[in-house]
């Protein structure tokens, strides 16, 4: 300090004999007193990539030689360089030009202001005022005035987005019920309920093997989820007698399935479980006959449909419909696929249990498709045997994208950035629109603070389909434009970085209770020292600060140089927890 001081005295001096002849000594040699500086924070911050320097400054009255000029500029100084800003000019008020004026009579107050963009050597830096005095019309004898030293570093807790974005995992499709439904159906005449395998209807090739696809399908003897009778009229009788009709044929159809089980049951050699068949005479079948007269080639089909739709009552519809078949012989080859019954059979897939499948996915994965493959990564919550099936489904499966991308998911995970974005550049080949692909390489974009690219890979998945309203509200972050980010978040609690944004918007309350209910984590644990500090609550900070460095132990470097802890740099306690 004796030596600082020493080199002031000398530069003040040497100034004073130079400037004695002009008046100016006084400026010189009452600098330090006579010119206070002070910000409008301190230490500074970095929002958004940029750092605000507001200095404020006054002169005392009867200071400022009236035909002096002094250039004041804001310097950032840290290891490796320094960053001036826009300069100013005070003058004398027998001086001209740009300036401002300074009142002899009077205190006069000035101000700078400039943005500089960050540069993480910046954390560790100290803002200076840069001055030099000259008369005016002499400003080649200028004098180097001492700089002065404003503020202390730059706080850079605007930039500690925590990965915990969300991740995009390709789903594995795999379902523990599936149903599998097979259909048949039976034909019979005009106004007949009785089963006759003569009409032309039944005897089709087609038909007939539906019959028997269905008897195959019952013969598996997988567990029945149901089995459903359906019958129909055709639309052109009276009402009434069709749904007695349609009852009819509903009874001789449930009678052929419960003799169809009969005839398995004798070939099988053993009884059958089955469930109350579902049966169900559903009357006239209008709405199959307009389909079906819709999607014929009858020339006047048009015509036809709006005189059967003008009719206002059920037995003038049908007698049009009677009507119409004497007109267009076409009618009633639509009409016979409609006197009908239908039965639907729906059984339960087989499918492997849980544990065969967790087994198989890393003893035999040859043996698992791959949904279930894929669902086998689900079952487990070890990370490093999760990225193991997913390399299996990529060497089984090697054009389904989703084994790339959920390793990448892995990754990420892991905060292996690195290997992540190889597995999403294969993934993004085989699936070039896949949403999930398309958020996983934002989050990587975000990692890396490239902003731009991140925020347009999140757009592209949102397109998609992707909710990504979170991960969004991160870069917002990192943009400085926190009510934005808090927007984004809005229906989201209980994360680092929604308790960040609220910090950086002021709201300190609303922060800490988001930490408190967030996941345990250093990155937690260290926000909330942050804030214990801008409270200035000594148990809060050792307390949380120590934690942090528990959970991690890069935080003693980190908190070393944050200034947010600038305060506590000399305390013992502090010092002792980041040594």
Avoid at 421 to 445: F, T
Avoid at 459 to 473: F, K, S, T
Avoid at 474 to 493: C, E, H, N, P, V
């Amino acid at each position: 300090m004796k030596n600082v001081n020493a080199k002031f005295l000398g530069v003040l001096l040497v100034s004073a004999v130079l400037f004695s002849s002009c008046g100016l000594n006084k400026m010189i040699r009452d600098y330090g007193d006579s010119i206070t500086y002070t910000t409008e924070v301190n230490p500074l911050e970095n929002h958004g990539g940029e750092v605000a320097v507001n200095v404020n400054g006054q002169v005392s009255d009867k200071y400022f030689h009236r035909r002096a000029k002094l250039e004041l500029t804001p310097v950032l100084k840290y290891e490796g360089g320094e960053k001036e800003m826009g300069t100013i000019i005070l003058r004398g008020d027998r001086t001209s030009g740009q300036g401002t004026l300074v009142n002899r009579g009077a205190p006069t107050s000035f101000s700078m202001a400039d943005n500089v963009a960050f540069e993480e050597d910046m954390t560790e830096s100290e803002l200076f005022v840069r001055a030099r005095v000259y008369r005016e019309g002499r400003e080649d004898d200028f004098v180097n005035l001492p700089d002065r030293k404003v503020a202390d570093g730059v706080i850079n807790t605007s930039q500690r987005v925590a990965k915990d974005h969300d991740l995009a995992i390709a789903p594995h499709g795999y379902e523990k019920v599936t149903t599998v439904s097979k259909s048949a159906d039976i034909y019979y005449a005009y106004m007949r309920h009785n089963l006759n395998w003569r009409l032309p209807l039944n005897r089709a090739e087609e038909n007939q093997q539906k019959i028997e696809d269905l008897k195959e399908f019952l013969m598996r003897q997988w567990e029945i989820h149901s089995i459903e009778v359906n019958a129909w009229a055709s639309p052109e009788g009276e009402v009434a007698f069709n749904e007695r009709l349609s009852e009819n044929r509903a009874a001789t159809t449930e009678k052929y399935v419960n003799d169809l089980f009969s005839r398995i049951q004798r070939e099988l050699g053993e009884e059958m479980e089955r469930p109350e068949l579902d049966v169900t005479a559903k009357g006239e079948d209008f709405e199959g006959f307009m389909e079906v007269l819709n999607a014929s080639d009858i020339r006047d089909k048009q015509a036809i449909a709006n005189v059967i739709n003008s009719q206002l009552s059920p037995a003038e519809r049908e007698r049009r419909i009677k009507d119409m078949t004497v007109i267009y012989a076409e009618i009633e080859e639509l009409l016979e696929p409609l006197r009908r019954g239908e039965i639907v059979v729906t059984l339960f897939e087989p499918k492997k249990t849980d544990e065969e499948i967790a087994r198989l996915s890393t003893q035999d994965p040859s043996k698992l498709d791959v949904k279930e493959l894929l669902y086998a990564a689900t079952l487990t919550d070890d990370l490093q045997t999760q990225l193991t099936i997913y390399k299996s489904a990529q060497r089984l499966f090697p054009q389904d994208f989703r084994g790339f991308n959920n390793a990448a998911y892995v990754y990420l995970k892991m905060e292996n950035a690195e290997e992540a974005a190889k597995e999403l550049e294969k993934a993004n080949q085989l699936a070039p629109n896949a949403g999930c692909v398309l958020n996983n390489l934002g989050v990587i974009a975000a990692w890396e603070h490239d902003i731009e690219t991140a925020q347009s890979y999140f757009e592209a998945a949102q397109a998609q389909g992707m909710r990504v309203n979170y991960n969004i509200g991160t870069l917002m972050i990192l943009k400085g434009d926190y009510q934005a980010a808090l927007t984004s978040f809005a229906g989201r609690t209980c994360t680092h970085n929604i308790a960040l944004a609220h910090l950086l918007a002021g709201n300190e309350s609303a922060a800490m209770t988001n930490l408190d209910c967030a996941p345990e984590s250093a990155e937690v644990a260290y926000l909330k020292a942050i804030i214990g500090a801008r409270r200035e609550n000594n148990t809060m900070v050792f307390q949380n600060l120590g934690r942090a460095v528990q959970l991690d132990p890069a935080y003693k470097e980190e908190a070393s140089k944050d200034r947010e802890f600038i305060r506590y740099f000399n305390v013992a306690e502090f010092q002792e927890l980041v040594r």
